[in-house]
């Protein structure tokens, strides 16, 4: 069973807006913060923007600040992303993840223990 499922994906046309949603499945777990993750074909997973519960702070990947947001809830194990101003560059596959080990190492892949299955984001130009 997957632990984690995203959900709000979809074809969207440039400079519009999708929500995408990342909620447990099934399960429940304690974790210090979740995040979000794409990749595009071809290409290596990149990180794309995290929130940590305790202080509630927000990590963005410098391509994506000021259009996107991150938001969440800890207790219910749910985190979402606002995509505003989406671009071509922008289609991917979203995956969400939690890290239930309080890693350093927000941007990174290995910073997390569990992973959705990934929705498909697609920006026509």
């Known amino acids: 069973q997957v632990p984690l499922v995203e959900s709000g994906g979809g074809l969207v046309q440039a400079g519009g807006s999708l929500r995408l949603s990342c909620a447990a499945s099934?399960?429940?777990?304690?974790?210090?913060?979740m995040g979000w993750f794409r990749q595009a074909p071809g290409k290596e997973r990149e990180f794309v923007a995290a929130?940590?519960?305790?202080?509630?702070?927000?990590y963005y990947a410098d391509s994506v600040k000021g259009r996107f947001t991150i938001s969440g809830d800890g207790p219910r194990h749910a985190v979402y992303l606002q995509m505003n101003l989406l671009r071509p560059v922008s289609t991917a596959v979203y995956y969400c993840?939690?890290?239930?080990?309080?890693?350093?190492?927000?941007?990174?892949?290995?910073?997390?223990?569990?992973w959705g299955q990934g929705a498909q984001v697609a920006v026509n130009s």
């Open positions: 993840a939690a890290d239930l080990q309080a890693y350093s190492v927000i941007e990174f892949t290995a910073g997390y223990d569990l």
């Open positions: 099934g399960r429940t777990f304690s974790s210090y913060g």
């Open positions: 929130i940590r519960w305790s202080v509630g702070s927000t």
